[in-house]
């Protein structure tokens, strides 16, 4: 139970400090330069220059409603690892413009690019990495995801695309040019802290309450599921192991699931380049109406 509620704590505090770093990115050197950037943060950048709207407050409202949105599609377990950044974000947004000289540190673009790029990336990959998320324009993907055959990194880019574009009707070249740095910078980052994009993972599980780990993994995780007969090298005791491949983004959702299932479980993570099939290039059949086909 301590050690649950340790984790429940750091993981906590992970989506914090990302989202205080995703602030000081933006307020430090983003939006003293005037770097487009993609992303609710973008799209509040570009409310700002067009009507005057303090970015942090149009970040709050555009969170807020794709977050009511995703409460009906993606369930209250995705909703609830997003409430925190929805509202620490734009608090931190509002408190650090208030720190003397922070958006006086530099003013050279190009320090401000790659400095908020190297930030933007660090901030993203932490939050992911213990299974929370910033919400805004990621919301957008989660449920094109669920929706259609696209993938989460497809649909994030084509987002950021838009917003990006919306940015390069005020913005001049360079500017827009050292956009396009902070965002390769921030994905090469965010790729190193967590995978990202259209990389996906492996995961194998041993445990004696595999039917258990099984059902969970159709019905709560929305993921295939491969079963294979072992026989432990300790007790030489014959059962079954789990596979499954699943987004990047399910991971954690997984490996807490498993946890909880059986604490004694024993996994292994690998990371995959492509998958085809399915779930990922293919339109996934949900699991209930598979089981009324069968029948």
Known sequence: MKKNTNEKLMNLLGVVTGNAILALAVVAFIVPAGIPMGGATGLGIAGNHFWGIRTSIIVFS????????????????????TLLSTFIYPLFLELLQKIPGITTMTDNILLSAIFGGLLVGVSMGIVVRVGGSTGGTDIIAMIANKKTSLSVGVTVYMVDFVVLGIQASFSDMEQILYGIILTLLATVVIDKVVPNGKVSMQVMIISREYKKIQEKILQDIEAGVTLFHIQTGYSGEEQKGVMCVIPRHKLFALKEMVCETDPFAFLTINQINEVNGQGFTRERIAYEELKKEII
């Open 62 to 81: 555009l969170n807020s409603i794709l977050l009511i949105i995703a409460w009906f599609i993606l369930g209250k377990g995705f909703v609830k690892k």
